[in-house]
């Protein structure tokens, strides 16, 4: 194996409409896909937010929800499961869908779920800490992402209501990320 | 440029916990991320829905509705707007979101918006034939993909509300794509 690495070039492939990343080692396209992530906003019996204070970049340090890249022959569901666990170690129950965030800047699509709590919470390896937090008590200007923010205020708006309607946001192409 | 084809063999990147597909000629890692599809039920003022004929694969000669991968970029209401516009033509308004379809069979998550009909139809290149067909007239025996019959589904049962609460679907891993 020689492994030195792809060394890739910006071309149009044959029969295509548009500039590809093609490898100029192999000919490998590389046809980058947006990517979703799926999330939770986890509430305990109190009604209490989990969240997480990220551990690795980007916005080390700052506070996020449970919520991760989606992996290959996963549901969306089993994905805002398992990002609760790897995050928090916490066991959670989703109860509906509350977002869905067009991010095209970043070529991202989150999709949120209101969560309860089954569980104790610990940090897992990509939080530095993880807390159980009363909603106006959530540390807003330490957040890590405004969908963050778009989560929380949907859970908030959406409290109470056994089946609320999920709200489809797009970021303003020329938004910042953070 | 050698481009003698990338080739793929399936091992676990150091510092990772699973297996990907690593290219052994230039060592690039596939990430394969699950794929983002948008889509549209598409009616006109008399209530007709927008069908396609497929003329590509999978599933050539079959109906579907005007949908598609997302692109790098885009937001996911662009790419259904898009789609309608290659697949048939046709220029659309999006009204609400009527579904979020997750596939992990095939790794897919599929978003399916309601739309009004803008302008006139007619096949693009991924189309054999296009059609504006009353409800109850649409070939449910020759639909492409089980998602078609959901977004229809969902349609159906949101109509008259102007603020429909969106469904959440996910197929059974186990279940046939067709
Ligand atoms: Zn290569
Ligand atoms: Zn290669």
Redesign the pocket.
Known sequence: MTASG?SFEIRTPEGEDRERRV?G????IDYVNPKIVAGAVVADDLGRILICRRAIAPRTGFWTLPAGYMEEGESVEAAARREAREEACADIELDALLGVYSIPRISQVQIFFRARLKSEIAPGPESQEVRLCAFEDIPRATLAFPSVHWALDDWMAARGQPAPVPVMRTQNPGDQPY
């Not at 080692?25 to 490998?28: A, H, L, M, R």
């Open positions: 792809p490898c080692q192999c000919g490998f």
